[in-house]
């Protein structure tokens, strides 16, 4: 079946240190990947979308590379903030099925 | 402002009682989702539609009912079929794109908890 896993529940990290967060899949060809900003108790905030013929999407602070070889995402934040604290979730979908699916998140916290 | 609302933002209703929550869109998207969240889980697709009029079960369609009979609005009703139906309800939108999928936007979601 198909699977998304971030590595990781919980991540803490020092003021102005790179953040790197993984979302790995099995069982999965997707077309596009997606990473999401979620706050307690709010809805998911889209960041930034990679398709799979590109290997790495820049946004201000953020970065996210895709290897389908590897079948692995990985989300940079650099010179993190406190307010960079949060859940990211990753999002997969093929070009066929019109719909996302989503990995469990991973919350970070970026302490002062 | 364009966005999407979600009411209400607390749901409590009792055992064995169907319950709508609502979902409205002034982005013009053609596309809208709803997606049941869990503690500690990721998002898991109840129903999505991608027209009017049409609408298609998602992964864990049971116990749930839709409707889309305007552009804006996506109605979810949580019928008392659910087993487990306590849990945070949230719905988004987006623009299909040509060659695929674009970003989802999502509402501020509703906190449905059955007594």
């Known amino acids: 079946s198909q699977k998304i896993e971030q590595n990781s529940e919980a991540l803490n990290i020092q003021e102005g240190k790179t953040a790197t967060l993984t979302c790995n899949y099995t069982n999965y060809s997707p077309a596009y990947l997606q990473w999401y900003r979620q706050d307690p108790g709010r809805g998911p905030v889209f960041l930034l979308l990679i398709r799979e013929n590109e290997k790495e999407k820049r946004k201000e602070r953020l970065k996210v590379t895709f290897d389908t070889t590897l079948k692995q995402s990985l989300f940079h934040i650099t010179a993190s903030q406190p307010a960079d604290s949060a859940t990211y979730l990753c999002?997969?979908?093929?070009?066929?099925?019109?719909?996302?699916?989503f990995g469990s998140g991973t919350q970070l916290t970026v302490l002062p | 402002d364009g966005g999407i609302t979600q009411s209400p933002k607390y749901l409590f209703r009792k055992e064995g009682q169907n319950v709508t929550l609502s979902c409205e869109q002034n982005?013009?998207?053609?596309?809208m989702y709803w997606y049941r969240q869990d503690p500690g889980q990721g998002l898991r697709l109840i129903y999505y539609?991608?027209?009017?009029?049409?609408?298609q079960k998602g992964d864990i369609a049971e116990g749930y009912s839709v409707s889309r009979e305007k552009k804006e609005s996506f109605p979810l009703t949580v019928t008392s079929a659910q087993k487990n139906p306590t849990a945070f309800y949230l719905c988004?939108?987006?623009?299909?794109?040509?060659?695929?999928?674009?970003?989802?936007?999502f509402g501020p979601g509703t906190r449905l908890t059955v007594l």
């Open positions: 539609s991608q027209i009017v009029n049409d609408f």
């Open positions: 982005l013009n998207h053609d596309a």
């Open positions: 988004a939108s987006s623009i299909p794109a040509g060659d695929g999928w674009n970003e989802q936007f």
């Open positions: 999002a997969l979908s093929s070009g066929s099925a019109r719909q996302l699916t």
